[in-house]
């Protein structure tokens, strides 16, 4: 059964969303073949193909379904309670069939619920579907809901095609098709792209305008479009990134900026570090990735000059570097557009990500101060494990997804019978939920699948107490062993480390695999007891450790960020992008209306035509495509022309514009007509023989 790169499945017909979807797999250099292109589901059949695993959504590497609450309940109950009722009905049906697909493709989906047509639909059933489905997803890792088009929705006006959906059920325009695909797109980039966990700012030409240096702080301005990019980086720590702030400045100056503007809706209290000052901008990085023991493909750099922008990628070139526009507006339209600051679904440990960073550097703090056992002594860490519920399924797929440092066996699903997770704190704060355990029963041994701690709660003794936790419950269960499954990645070096420690023999299996079996007394007594490794770990008080590995993998696909920053912002902007990619070939001789029609046809077809002479048919053509030729010719040119004109074997480029300019003509002649038989009926009996008379004479 072949596998293919894209499913879709809509209740209207959907297809005419292809070329914009194969466009922008193009544009992120996302290849495809024969077996791996863009399949649809057969119209209106999204409940079989989202509960079927051999349908188009089954077999895909990722799914996009599309629904309107008109095509779901009937036009006539929807202005009636029992409608609406039924309308939140159907909101809990799909939401359940969402979660059977993309729980048995392990593949992630978006789900659309599109605007209602002006004619047939209800906002209302629309506002009440929207809302729904929204909420069952919040936070969702595996499905994800859009309840628009934003960024990329047009005007109104430019939304629906009532001809097209009157003819063909095709409801909306293809300025609003290209949008959808842009924006379902996205949003699958977002799902699948590992993001960055760092936003770095310049201050002067980017936070404000001036220099705050030679302006001083009251001298800066921060107008309507600054104050944008400011609402964005809000949004940014909201969503659990962490902002710091990289400008060549005095420190004092800066601090003074916020210190003035109480308005701003970033203060201090929200940067997680800083690096204000004249070093090198890359050797500032290389300083915070060091502070907040994160890797630099970790960070992305916002900088409106060309030379910081170029020092940076020179010197850090793990570091995604983009360079803001000069104007405020345009910059803030960027970031709008900035794809790697999308974050597809955000978890509770994710808005609280920064205070935990400011609380770490407390501890940092606390640490240079005394003796390591002094340190651990006072610390005051309590460690919670609890079976893992309804209410932890989100963070515990980050985790999975997310920890590579203190994973032992490099699991990213989890499959066991049991999962426990860890929740830390200690007495500068809450770490919140940082650890996992999925365990399985086999014979006398309690098997640990995954066994993996996020690296902020790395080397103070939880670890230990999560390996204890499994020998106490193995013990409490009459069983003899516990086991933890191994495999060696190129990060989990301080998960090796830890294994070595252990009173445990290794029982190889597969290729690169092994299990550390310990007996379950042994288990349960490890303990904590600092030495060496974390003293180094520490670094002498004062010192700036070295930057680690991220987390994350180094971001894929970003080549095109400020290509698809600058140029493809709005649906127009799509089209004409997707048009310069399918050339027309200029044929001498050929009319206006001709010129038109090859280039409708070579943006339609699956082979451009040539001269006026192809036949629509012989280029690929089909019945859809007829639909939505139809449909640009009467936004083009105002006429519709009639079935039995095109469905013919003449079909051909000069044979369309013919009937074309008829049809303009006829319609000129009528309206012609209709306006002197208006003009007449405004007259007199003595104006028309006054009229008679001279035309006589």
């Known amino acids: 059964m072949n596998k293919i790169g894209l499913g879709v499945a809509a209740t209207f017909t959907a297809e005419p969303l292809g070329d914009a979807l194969r466009f922008w797999l193009a544009e992120l250099d996302v290849e495809g073949d024969a077996e791996e292109d863009i399949a649809f589901a057969p119209y209106d059949q999204v409940f079989p193909s989202l509960l079927d695993s051999g349908s188009v959504l089954g077999r895909a590497g990722a799914a996009v379904v599309l629904v309107r609450a008109e095509d779901l309940v009937a036009g006539d109950l929807m202005a009636e309670q029992d409608g609406l009722d039924e309308v939140e009905a159907v909101a809990t049906d799909l939401a359940a069939a969402l979660r059977t697909s993309a729980r048995?493709?392990?593949?992630?989906?978006?789900?659309?619920?599109?605007?209602?047509?002006?004619?047939?639909?209800?906002?209302?059933?629309?506002?009440?579907?929207?809302?729904?489905?929204?909420?069952?997803?919040?936070?969702?890792?595996?499905?994800?809901?859009?309840?628009?088009?934003?960024?990329?929705?047009?005007?109104?006006?430019?939304?629906?095609?009532?001809?097209?959906?009157?003819?063909?059920?095709?409801?909306?325009?293809?300025?609003?098709?290209?949008?959808?695909?842009?924006?379902?797109?996205?949003?699958?980039?977002?799902?699948?792209?590992?993001?960055?966990?760092?936003?770095?700012?310049?201050?002067?030409?980017?936070?404000?305008?001036?220099?705050?240096?030679?302006?001083?702080?009251?001298?800066?301005?921060?107008?309507?479009?600054?104050?944008?990019?400011?609402?964005?980086?809000?949004?940014?720590?909201?969503?659990?990134?962490?902002?710091?702030?990289?400008?060549?400045?005095?420190?004092?100056?800066?601090?003074?900026?916020?210190?003035?503007?109480?308005?701003?809706?970033?203060?201090?209290?929200?940067?997680?570090?800083?690096?204000?000052?004249?070093?090198?901008?890359?050797?500032?990085?290389?300083?915070?990735?060091?502070?907040?023991?994160?890797?630099l493909d970790s960070f992305v750099f916002l900088d409106d000059s060309p030379v910081e922008c170029a020092e940076v990628r020179a010197g850090c070139p793990e570091v995604l570097t983009l360079r803001l526009p000069a104007g405020a507006a345009e910059a803030a339209a960027f970031l709008r557009h900035c794809w790697p600051l999308d974050l597809a679904a955000v978890t509770e440990a994710d808005r609280e990500r920064t205070r935990r960073y400011q609380e770490e550097r407390q501890r940092e703090q606390a640490r240079d101060e005394m003796s390591l056992a002094d340190f651990f002594a006072t610390l005051d860490l309590r460690v919670t494990i609890t079976p893992a519920g309804s209410e932890h399924e989100a963070r515990a797929a980050q985790l999975a997804e997310r920890t590579n440092q203190f994973n032992l066996s490099g699991a990213r699903r989890l499959d066991g019978d049991e999962k426990f997770v860890v929740d830390v704190r200690d007495r500068f704060g809450d770490y919140g939920v940082v650890g996992l355990t999925d365990v399985r029963t086999e014979g006398d041994t309690l098997r640990a699948g995954a066994f993996l701690l996020s690296c902020r709660a790395l080397g103070r003794g939880v670890e230990h107490r999560m390996l204890a936790h499994l020998g106490a419950l193995a013990l409490e269960r009459g069983l003899a062993r516990v086991a933890l499954a191994f495999r060696a990645t190129e990060r989990n070096r301080p998960a090796r480390d830890f294994l070595a420690a252990l009173p445990a023999r290794v029982e190889p299996y597969g290729e690169e695999a092994a299990w550390y079996v310990l007996d379950a007394a042994d288990a349960a007594a490890v303990v904590h007891v600092p030495g060496p490794a974390e003293e180094r770990a520490a670094g002498p008080a004062g010192t700036v450790g070295t930057v680690r590995a991220a987390e994350t993998a180094a971001p894929a696909g970003w080549a095109a960020v400020e290509r698809i920053a600058t140029r493809l912002t709005g649906a127009d902007a799509i089209l004409d992008a997707m048009r310069a990619a399918r050339p027309v070939t200029e044929v001498a001789g050929a009319s206006p209306v001709e010129a038109t029609v090859m280039r409708m046809w070579a943006e339609l077809l699956d082979v451009a035509p040539a001269s006026v002479s192809d036949g629509f048919f012989q280029l690929g053509g089909h019945s859809l495509r007829l639909v939505q030729f139809m449909a640009r010719v009467r936004a083009e040119f105002g006429v519709e022309l009639p079935f039995d004109t095109l469905y013919t074997t003449s079909f051909t480029v000069a044979e369309v514009a013919k009937a074309i300019e008829e049809r303009q003509l006829a319609d000129t002649d009528d309206e012609e007509l209709a306006g002197l038989l208006d003009e007449l009926a405004g007259l007199s009996d003595e104006e028309i023989d006054a009229l008679l008379d001279s035309g006589n004479g």
């Open 104 to 295: 048995a493709s392990g593949t992630p989906h978006v789900l659309v619920v599109c605007p209602p047509s002006p004619e047939h639909g209800s906002p209302e059933a629309h506002a009440r579907l929207a809302s729904g489905l929204a909420r069952a997803f919040e936070g969702d890792r595996a499905v994800s809901v859009l309840t628009s088009a934003e960024p990329y929705e047009p005007e109104p006006e430019a939304v629906h095609d009532a001809f097209a959906d009157r003819t063909g059920n095709v409801p909306y325009t293809d300025r609003y098709f290209a949008a959808l695909a842009a924006a379902a797109v996205r949003r699958l980039h977002a799902m699948t792209t590992p993001r960055p966990k760092v936003v770095a700012v310049d201050c002067d030409g980017t936070l404000w305008d001036g220099v705050v240096g030679e302006d001083g702080p009251d001298g800066v301005v921060i107008g309507p479009e600054r104050m944008e990019i400011w609402r964005e980086l809000a949004r940014q720590v909201a969503a659990g990134r962490l902002l710091c702030l990289c400008s060549k400045n005095e420190e004092k100056d800066v601090r003074e900026v916020f210190a003035r503007h109480p308005e701003l809706p970033v203060g201090l209290d929200d940067v997680a570090a800083m690096r204000v000052g004249w070093e090198a901008k890359s050797q500032a990085l290389r300083s915070l990735a060091a502070e907040l023991d994160l890797g």
